[in-house]
């Protein structure tokens, strides 16, 4: 009789160790976010990983943002950045918009003023639009843009959705007239088609 039960404690024990071999290792989620909703995209997206498994994961942005860090149990800038699980991973990467250069060359004697119609900087984010204005100097006037802006007007517009480079172009006022009246069709010379009450500068030459 012990033999059988101790037959029996035997069994049972190797049926213990048998299951707890088979029993799988705990798992782990994932779960990415973007910031701000839109600029990018995370791979992998989300997904369930035994504990110990280390995989590298990706952001990739969006036209016209860039990867700036990475919120959530990671490394904050490494992209890809590494993950090693022993725990649920909830992690967020943070894009920003990328920002262009506004290049305005001067043709002749005068500057540009730029004035934001919306956001800021030297290099203005993607979205901004700068209102440029020439201002000629003595005995020169604005004719016309060339570049990233054409036409006689002014101040003008132009929106930053990329790399720009504007030229504004000054002529000189030699043996100038003034002239003032209708100017719908620019025929007043000034660079503009406003009409003047008063004299103004006009690019018309006297020989």
Request: glycine share 10%.
């Amino acid at each position: 009789m012990r033999v059988f039960y101790y037959t029996l404690i035997i069994i049972g024990m190797f049926s213990l160790i048998a299951c707890q071999s088979t029993d799988p290792p705990p798992t782990f989620d994932l779960i990415t976010n973007v910031s701000p909703e839109g600029a990018g995209t995370v791979n992998p997206a989300s997904g369930t990983f035994e504990e110990g498994t280390k995989i590298n994961i990706q952001a990739e942005a969006s036209e016209h943002y860039v990867f700036d860090y990475w919120e959530g149990g990671i490394e904050r800038t490494t992209n890809p950045g590494e993950i090693r699980f022993n725990e649920h991973k909830q992690v967020t990467a943070v894009f920003m918009k990328r920002d262009y250069p506004l290049t305005v060359n001067i043709e002749g004697e005068g500057s540009v003023k730029e004035q934001i119609v919306s956001s800021a900087k030297t290099d203005y984010q993607h979205g901004t639009t700068v209102r440029l204005t020439p201002e000629a100097d003595e005995g020169w006037i604005f004719t016309h843009w060339e570049g990233d802006l054409i036409g006689e007007e002014q101040p003008k517009d132009i929106l930053i959705n990329g790399p720009r480079n504007v030229t504004a172009v000054f002529v000189p006022l030699v043996n100038t007239v003034w002239a003032m009246g209708y100017n719908f069709n620019g025929q007043l010379g000034d660079g503009t088609r406003d009409d003047r009450t008063e004299p103004d500068w006009s690019a018309f030459n006297v020989e």
